[in-house]
């Protein structure tokens, strides 16, 4: 089984997106690819990413399970470069696909939020260029909603020293609790999205069921709806 990705490279120093994803799931296996109103979730989650200007590409990171092979399936079906690495060792596959596509900030992202919030990954991304920070989160958002940006070069710091089975499963972690060693930054979002209690995440059936109800309420459009139509 190859790690090098199915499409052209992008070119080296850019921002990229990596979108996490996996078939196995301890409440709802499959959900990556689970059908929300003909489209996977996987594939509602880069649609979305894809609307960002403020991302050059973006990559799915997934593992070396012959099971995740329906994963790599539908990137190839939809023309996004994908890498395939450790399973349980999240931080490793990370930066491993960094070693091979070379970007300079990496926003994280994982495949069952089908609802990302788009505008947020350009003020992150903002955020941490103009701050000089590591790492960047907005707070408060609707749960699923979020992305975090990271400079490529902080997430290999944090592999170096890693070592515990969490910091190693969860990429940033580590870094969000060692603020002695790494630069954090946490800015709210426009008071609008400030729903903390409003979930959009796939975890469960019933949070598929939730979902299928929300986005069946509008129909598809080119460009995918901001988020706040769905409160």
């Known amino acids: 089984m190859s790690n090098e990705p199915q499409v052209l490279m992008p070119p080296p120093g850019v921002v990229m997106a990596f979108l996490q994803g996996r078939m196995r799931s301890s409440r709802l296996p499959g959900k990556v690819l689970m059908k929300i109103h003909g489209r996977s979730i996987l594939e509602r989650a880069i649609v979305r990413l894809k609307a960002s200007p403020a991302l050059d590409a973006v990559v799915v990171v997934t593992t070396r399970r012959k099971e995740d092979d329906a994963i790599t399936a539908e990137c190839a079906r939809l023309g996004v470069p994908f890498y395939r690495g450790p399973e349980d060792d999240v931080l490793a596959r990370f930066c491993e696909a960094a070693e091979?596509?070379?970007?300079?900030?990496?926003?994280?992202?994982?495949?069952?939020?089908?609802?990302?919030?788009?505008?947020?990954?350009?003020?992150?991304?903002?955020?941490?260029?103009?701050?000089?920070?590591?790492?960047?989160?907005?707070?408060?958002?609707?749960?699923?909603?979020?992305?975090?940006?990271?400079?490529?070069?902080?997430?290999?710091?944090?592999r170096a020293v890693a070592r515990e089975t969490r910091h190693l499963e969860h990429v940033t972690l580590y870094i969000k609790e060692h603020p002695d060693e790494f630069r954090v930054l946490?800015?709210?979002?426009?008071?609008?999205?400030?729903?903390?209690?409003?979930?959009?995440?796939?975890?469960?059936?019933?949070?598929?069921?939730?979902?299928?109800?929300?986005?069946g309420r509008f129909p598809e459009t080119a460009e995918p709806r901001p988020l706040e139509d769905y409160f």
Do not use: W
């Open 100 to 158: 091979v596509f070379k970007p300079e900030i990496i926003v994280r992202a994982t495949a069952d939020n089908p609802l990302i919030e788009i505008g947020s990954i350009e003020r992150i991304i903002t955020a941490l260029r103009l701050s000089g920070m590591d790492y960047c989160v907005e707070n408060d958002l609707p749960y699923g909603a979020a992305t975090e940006a990271v400079t490529a070069a902080a997430l290999d710091r944090s």
């Open 186 to 215: 946490s800015p709210d979002p426009p008071p609008a999205l400030r729903r903390p209690d409003f979930r959009v995440t796939v975890d469960t059936p019933e949070d598929f069921e939730t979902m299928e109800r929300l986005i």
